[in-house]
């Protein structure tokens, strides 16, 4: 009984490519030293909709068959009492994939789904659009400079089977894909080449990323950079010095041809501005004496009363948005405030909007009145940790805008 001894399973030949498993034909990988009988020949040809499974024997398939019957017919007899717990709703976006005895099915829905007990194991998957961001990480580039990059990325699932087949934990797998997508491919551009053609770049890291995540059943729709500082000023090169676009107030909104532009006019203007500085100016006192009278804002209160001299319709075209600010006085009491730019000419006083807030804003009461005296930026704030949002980042640093009426 014991004369014959035990042998090692067959194994796959290393000298020959390996095979992808789940996407591709497997009529391609019929080579000498290709042995069948590993886990992942048995799985079905998702990607192309074919959930056959061939390799089942046909006594597996006899029992399955026989205990799907025998499910069937216990569901059917106690149905009243069963379909409570066999129909699922489904609606349009979303989709149940179903294991049944292990075996994956074809996706199921939207309308009324039966799903089995006992030998059905079933999960959700959300079809709609999904958006999270990379926050600011340091990017060294071809040049030797040093920048933080951040990107904000939406993605939607359009295979439900392969996303839940194919990975464990697919937002984690697709955040850390992007993010070593975006830094690989930015060490490869200089700085200038990241700020002037930052929608180009973003439209190169979309087929990056979807060239990595397609077999996982997802496809990513839009890649946004957002600059931040510039920590380590890259090597000057025949160009000429180099100008950061978050330097400047509001260019870090500009993209493209518009943001070239821009930079070019600003060179002109940098370049008149040096020439000026040998020039002598005279200054009044009685002038700069009414200048210092007019201090800055010491309290929430009074930058209040100072926003709320500013608006305008023009600022609300400009705007289009609603702000509630949750602001931590010095004593550690909480003091709500908002900035209504949504409508008409505009609102702002103390207390809490009558609507849900587009944005929602909490900080410091030094850090508020540091970021509206130009001091502070809402994006290095945000960066830093001293501000935190809740909604939109893009819409939060409309706030800008206000800031520059103040300023002026």
């Known amino acids: 009984m014991f004369s014959k001894s035990y042998q090692l399973l067959p194994q796959r030949d290393f000298s020959s490519p390996r095979t992808p498993g789940l996407f591709v034909d497997r009529d391609g990988f019929t080579q000498p030293g290709h042995h069948k009988g590993l886990s992942f020949d048995n799985m079905p040809n998702v990607s192309d909709n074919d959930f056959t499974d061939t390799t089942q024997g046909w006594l597996s398939w006899f029992c399955n068959l026989i205990v799907i019957f025998l499910v069937y017919i216990c569901t059917f007899v106690t149905f009243p009492i069963s379909g409570w717990f066999v129909l699922k709703t489904v609606p349009n976006y979303q989709r149940i994939v179903v294991?049944?005895?292990?075996?994956v099915c074809p996706p199921k829905g939207p309308g009324i789904v039966l799903v089995l007990p006992l030998i059905d194991q079933w999960q959700r998957v959300d079809?709609?659009?999904?958006?999270?961001?990379?926050?600011?990480?340091?990017?060294?580039?071809?040049?030797?400079?040093l920048l933080l990059v951040g990107a904000d990325i939406?993605?939607?699932?359009?295979?439900?089977?392969?996303?839940?087949?194919?990975?464990?934990?697919l937002n984690a797998s697709t955040r850390m894909t992007a993010q070593?997508?975006?830094?690989?491919?930015?060490?490869?551009?200089?700085?200038?080449?990241?700020q002037t053609e930052r929608v180009k770049l973003g439209e190169y890291l979309v087929m990056d990323i979807n060239e990595l995540t397609r077999h996982w059943?997802?496809?990513v729709d839009r890649v946004e950079l957002t600059l931040g500082s510039l920590l380590k000023a890259p090597d000057?090169?025949?160009?000429?010095?180099?100008?950061?676009p978050p330097s400047v107030p509001g260019l870090e909104g500009l993209t493209g041809p518009i943001q070239q532009l821009a930079m070019h006019f600003l060179g002109h203007s940098s370049s008149l501005q040096h020439q000026q500085e040998d020039s002598i100016t005279f200054t009044d006192e009685l002038s700069s004496a009414s200048q210092a009278v007019v201090a800055k804002p010491g309290s929430a209160e009074e930058l209040l009363g100072g926003v709320?001299?500013?608006?305008?319709?023009?600022?609300?075209?400009?705007?289009?948005?609603?702000?509630?600010?949750?602001?931590?006085?010095?004593?550690?009491?909480?003091?709500?405030?908002?900035?209504?730019l949504s409508q008409g000419a505009g609102e702002a006083g103390a207390g809490s909007l009558c609507r849900e807030p587009d944005v929602t804003l909490s900080m410091s009461e030094s850090d508020l009145l540091a970021m509206f005296q130009g001091e502070l930026r809402p994006f290095a704030a945000y960066t830093c940790g001293r501000l935190k949002i809740q909604g939109d980042i893009k819409t939060a640093m409309k706030l800008e805008e206000l800031i520059k009426l103040l300023k002026k």
């Open 154 to 169: 939406q993605f939607r699932i359009w295979n439900p089977v392969m996303s839940v087949i194919s990975v464990q934990d």
């Open 99 to 103: 294991f049944r005895l292990g075996r």
């Open 180 to 194: 070593n997508a975006l830094t690989h491919s930015l060490a490869k551009k200089t700085v200038r080449e990241i």
């Open 217 to 219: 059943g997802l496809e």
């Open 236 to 244: 000057e090169g025949p160009s000429g010095p180099l100008i950061m």
């Open 127 to 145: 079809l709609r659009t999904r958006a999270f961001n990379i926050p600011p990480c340091q990017v060294t580039t071809r040049d030797d400079g």
């Open 308 to 340: 709320k001299l500013l608006l305008s319709e023009s600022l609300v075209r400009q705007v289009g948005a609603c702000f509630q600010f949750d602001i931590i006085l010095e004593d550690g009491q909480h003091q709500s405030y908002y900035v209504d």
